[in-house]
């Protein structure tokens, strides 16, 4: 935002002022022209400001609007959206499957943003508000990609496109509302081929590392995981859709519940240097002779819980187990008698 400040300077020094007008006798119409030529600057230097710093997914999504004519219906854009980023194996948004087919919570809260910014219109719809051509800002590869596409999908919108994805992409029918009114009972069936539907129970263990949260929840669903079990100490994430009030909700709207037990993590005070003069061998060993013992009512609590008909996953941060509590957190499950679930890492 430099470009802004440096107009604020010469605003605020006098030097766009014509030097033939004596200070304090500018007439109220010249203030008003202006002031209406440094609204226009900030403008123009916002605007520029977007288009260098803006997420790539972003202009992804403002190119997608621009080929299709500028506006489509909200659930016509998820399922463009979709298509596009599988036909070219390229995850600028992930997805998950959910009440209408796949689903991207990201892409809306971009929408969100690009509303706040006048980039899209305030409407349900995905409606652009602005003529700036981002596709002309996309890599070579995508805009040609992405044309194509729009050659190939052609008109095809609405049901149509419903059942096209459905059909190409069976794994996102799971938790759809709606299969019923495109489907009859026996093509249905042959979706499932595509969907988990294993329900012996087990513990699972996950870290949403490099994950969006729509990865994060296609894996659960993968997997078809019953219970979150959130064993974060803090349970709060710069990444968006990772902090406890919005991870809460957004696990619990594809039906699986979820269960948070702070005292299974580290506090932060125990991680103080960790990388530098404290080895995670060494943090691992104190949480277990030394954490774990005073939590004898939340371990029970995790037993009992896997002891039941579910398929729970125990959620943290890293990706890799052997870095994170959660490998020491089920080792000391093993040792327990009463534990006999299988152990996956995913």
């Known amino acids: 935002m430099e470009a802004l400040r440096a107009d604020c300077v010469i605003c605020a020094s006098g030097q766009d002022r014509p030097h033939s007008m004596p200070e304090g006798k500018i007439t109220e119409s010249r203030k008003t022209k202006l002031d209406g030529n440094i609204a226009i600057k900030l403008r123009t230097n916002l605007l520029y400001n977007l288009c260098n710093t803006m997420y790539y997914r972003r202009k992804i999504l403002l190119s997608l609007l621009e080929v299709f004519g500028g506006s489509l219906q909200s659930t016509d854009c998820e ?168 991870f809460k909700q957004y696990v619990e709207s594809t039906g699986i519940k979820y269960l948070h037990i702070p005292e299974l993590g580290i506090p932060s005070a125990m991680r103080k240097g960790l990388g530098e003069s404290v080895s995670h061998k060494t943090l691992f060993k104190a949480y277990e002779n030394k954490l774990l013992p005073k939590q004898e009512a939340e371990i029970k609590q995790l037993l009992d819980l896997t002891n039941q008909n579910e398929r729970i996953v125990l959620v943290c941060f890293e990706a890799d187990h052997q870095f994170c509590h959660r490998h020491t957190l089920v080792e000391h499950l093993q040792k327990n008698k009463s534990f006999k679930r299988a152990v996956i890492h995913l």
């Open 79 to 246: 399922k463009l959206l979709f298509n596009f980023c599988q036909q070219t194996g390229k995850n600028h948004y992930d997805f998950f499957p959910y009440k209408y087919g796949p689903f991207s919570f990201l892409s809306y809260y971009d929408k969100r943003r690009m509303i706040d910014l006048e980039l899209l219109k305030p409407v349900d719809d995905f409606q652009l508000n602005t003529k700036h051509s981002y596709l002309n800002e996309l890599t070579p590869a995508d805009r040609t990609a992405l044309l194509k596409f729009k050659s190939t999908i052609g008109d095809l919108r609405g049901d149509k496109l419903i059942k096209k994805t459905y059909r190409d992409f069976p794994h996102f029918t799971s938790r759809s509302k709606i299969a019923g009114r495109h489907f009859t009972p026996d093509e249905i069936k042959q979706l499932q081929f595509a969907w988990n539907n294993d329900t012996n129970p087990a513990v699972f263990s996950i870290g949403y590392e490099g994950l969006t949260i729509d990865s994060f929840l296609n894996k659960l669903i993968a997997n078809n995981i019953t219970v979150v079990v959130d064993v974060r100490n803090n349970p709060q994430s710069m990444k968006y859709g990772f902090s406890k009030k919005s």
